[in-house]
């Protein structure tokens, strides 16, 4: 398994947030990016997003706790084999928990190739 230090691992996120394009980052509102080492119920999974998507947004009212993307350090590092293999997942996993704020289906995304 990969090792990075939790400052290391929040660089290469920052950096990986840095390479998407800006229309991408532009409507998010309210959504802040989390990084945590494991998911809660010990699953394996990359990322999550919990929030309301812009299709959801009629709901969303003043005084919402801001949306969350959390990525999950221990599980990235310990699916990928390589540095060059986690800078790259950790992109797909930003673009993926993104599509989900704009309300994409798991199913789109997949089809998209950014799952």
Known sequence: MLELSPEEFESLVADGLDSLHDD??????NVIF????????????????????LAER????????????????KNLLAHCA????LVKE????LVHEIAHFYGLSE???HELGWG
Do not use: A, K, N
């Open 24 to 29: 991408m980052l532009d409507q998010l509102d």
């Open 34 to 53: 989390v990084i945590e080492d494991v998911p809660e119920d010990g699953t394996d999974v990359l990322g999550v997003y919990e929030g309301f998507s």
């Open 58 to 73: 009629d709901v969303y009212g003043y005084g919402e706790q801001p949306d969350r993307i959390i990525l999950f350090r």
């Open 82 to 85: 390589d540095h060059d293999e």
């Open 90 to 93: 950790i992109r797909i996993t």
């Open 107 to 109: 199913q789109r995304i």
